[in-house]
């Protein structure tokens, strides 16, 4: 069994942690038990098993597989510690009970982590938050005779559904929705039930090296959609600033646009009744508490400022934006991943759906984002970084390469291999590209590097960045190709992007358990009808019982959300999670 996972492996195809629990599970004959304490007090059990082994490759794997569950668990459950119930006789189980304080770092200050210590940094800022740092994360190294027995968790009492309520709270308000993410941010206001404007704006965080280049764009683009919703409400519409509201405008112009509608709006410049914001990090009560993503890499790296100074300004991004609210108002944060799922079921709930088991999306773009969301509309607080779950223990000749090669597999956060950052995100679509297209499809290989979608730097190969950002040109390039006759090979990058999702519903169905069955996929990856239907059937490859939807025009069930549906020059898939937002900013009303 063991020889079979590492000939995968060694020929440098996946190998996936699903199959290989199962596979375990099942011929494992050294127990490894897990008993996890939640941040609610509850225990939940992972009882593995393991295999014996006969070489130090075949321990090294079988490690690889111990860390990889853990790190998982951590990265979406979170934990106040863990229990490990292991045989004292087996030397080996021992041995690697207690390797995992040093493998985690548990002992290290969060600067210096790195690999799987990077979700301890998560797991304890959560803690600070939600139980007021009164616990630290620690392991126990338990005999197995005495582990107890774990029931059961209670059943939950499921709220009622909020979800069909909130549109008619838009009908008399001017609220915001905002949704940010690694290449752009997008917002769009509504006044009165009616979406008056659109802005849009690329960026990439990832380079910035202060916690004010994150800070001050998004504060003064907010003060940007003030600006021009209030014009509208006054019923000036063709006074607000179309250059500034565009697409490419510099934040010079922006700038100069904001102070112009602020002065033609005068006595009308009214403060929004809400503010709903999607955040690409952890959000816990509001707070921004991550602070591991791709996002904040710049001034992760940034040795002369401290980072965690600089992480403090940007968890508290709410409390900045309530200048932009009325002293009633709300302004309500989540992650990208939650507000998929939020926006989704808004959407169903009004057009009669059952939303007694919650909903459970995913987006896919820069990164893939994960949402969880409960009947009742809260969101559990939790880490839910399912981006950073490991799912391929093989690829290894794919690890050899750098974080930033796009023919590596290994995280840009932790350089860890295998993570879903790799897969399911627009990273895992360039470099399915680049490790198949040179054989099975040479022309479209180089037609990508005559573009300039890729280059060589260094002797690697990257999508640049500057002078112009190229990741959306080519992943927009990929996508039209898999749609083209005489393109097999570029079809089936798509068809692999779905085995992938297969496999993330898997873990997560095993780790989360969520009532929620099917999954509802937001982003770039799905705007194209046939990339969906591409990942679709790869999906159905392992699972054919997935029932995967598309976030487009039939999501349109709302007023806000069907004139989005209808606007000519903006679309369901680019704009959902921002009118999403705008329901979400509702339910601190």
């Known amino acids: 069994m063991l020889e079979g996972f590492l ?117 304890e800022r959560i803690l ?44 008399d308000k001017m609220l ?7 290449t752009d941010i997008k917002l769009t206001a509504s006044v009165d039930g009616n979406l008056a404007v659109y802005k849009e704006f690329d960026w990439f965080p990832a380079a910035f090296s202060r916690a004010e280049e994150l800070m001050d764009p998004v504060k ?36 100069q646009g904001l102070k112009k509608m602020e002065e033609l709006a005068g006595e ?38 401290d980072y965690e100074e600089q992480f403090a ?31 989704a079921a808004v959407e169903q709930a009004v057009a009669g759906a059952d939303v007694s088991n919650g909903f459970f999306a995913h987006t896919l773009g820069t990164e893939l984002g994960t949402g969880w969301v409960l009947p009742d509309g809260s969101i559990p607080e939790i880490p839910l970084e399912v981006y950073n779950f490991i799912i391929d223990l093989g690829s290894f000749a794919q690890k050899e390469y750098e974080p930033n090669d796009v023919r590596s597999i290994n995280n840009f956060n932790t350089g860890l291999p295998g993570t879903l950052q790799k897969y399911t995100c627009q990273s895992g679509v360039f470099r399915l590209a680049v490790k198949t297209l040179p054989k099975q499809d040479p022309a479209v290989y180089e037609e990508a590097f005559a573009l300039g979608l890729f280059v060589e730097q260094n002797g690697q190969i990257v999508v640049p960045t500057e002078p112009k950002d190229m990741r959306k040109p080519c992943l927009e390039f990929f996508m039209a190709k898999a749609g083209e006759p005489g393109h097999e090979a570029c079809a ?4 692999q992007v779905g085995e992938y999702l297969a496999v993330t519903w898997e873990e997560t169905e095993y780790i989360l358990e969520p009532e929620a069955k099917e999954r509802s996929l937001f982003g770039r990856l799905v ?50 999670q921002a009118v999403g937002a705008i329901y979400f900013g509702c339910l601190g009303l």
């Open 7 to 123: 000939t995968q492996a060694r020929a440098d195809e996946p190998v996936y942690i699903t199959d290989v629990r199962n596979a375990f599970q099942k011929e494992g004959k050294r127990p490894f038990h897990l008993q996890v304490t939640l941040y609610d007090g509850s225990v939940r059990s992972f009882p593995m098993q393991l295999p014996m082994t006969k070489t130090s490759e075949e321990e090294a794997f079988v490690a690889s597989y111990v860390h990889a569950m853990i790190y998982n668990i951590l990265s979406s459950l979170g934990a106040v510690k863990i229990g490990v119930y292991v045989d004292q006789k087996d030397e080996g189980s021992l041995k690697l009970a207690r390797e995992l304080d040093e493998v985690f770092q548990t002992a290290l200050a969060k600067k210096d982590r790195f690999g799987y210590g990077k979700s301890l940094n998560v797991n």
């Open 128 to 171: 600070a938050v939600l139980l007021k740092g009164k616990y630290s994360f620690c392991f126990q190294i338990l005999d197995l005779a005495q582990e107890p027995v774990c029931g059961a968790a209670p059943a939950k009492e499921k709220g009622e559904p909020v979800f069909a309520a909130l549109p008619q709270m838009a009908e």
């Open 176 to 182: 915001l929705g905002i949704d940010i993410g690694g």
């Open 220 to 255: 003064m683009i907010t003060g940007l959609m003030r600006a021009a919703a209030s014009l509208y409400a006054a019923g000036r519409e063709s006074q607000i600033d179309q250059n500034a509201m565009g697409k490419d405008a510099s934040l010079e112009e922006m700038e």
């Open 268 to 305: 009308s410049l009214r403060n929004f009744d809400a503010i709903g914001l999607s955040f690409p990090d952890v959000v816990i009560q509001n707070l921004i508490v991550g602070g591991e993503t791709f996002k904040t890499r710049g001034m992760r790296e940034n040795t002369e400022l």
């Open 313 to 343: 300004k940007i968890s508290v991004l709410c409390e900045e934006l309530k200048e932009y609210v009325t002293e009633t108002g709300a302004v309500m944060n989540t992650n990208d991943g939650p507000m998929a799922a939020f926006t």
């Open 492 to 495: 089936e990058i798509f068809r």
């Open 527 to 576: 705007k194209s009808p046939v990339c969906f239907k591409l990942m679709c059937e790869g999906a159905a490859r392992r699972e054919p019982e997935l029932r995967q939807y598309a976030a487009d025009g039939g999501l349109a069930n709302t007023r806000l959300m069907k004139q989005l549906e209808a606007h000519p020059d903006y679309t369901v898939a680019q704009f959902a």
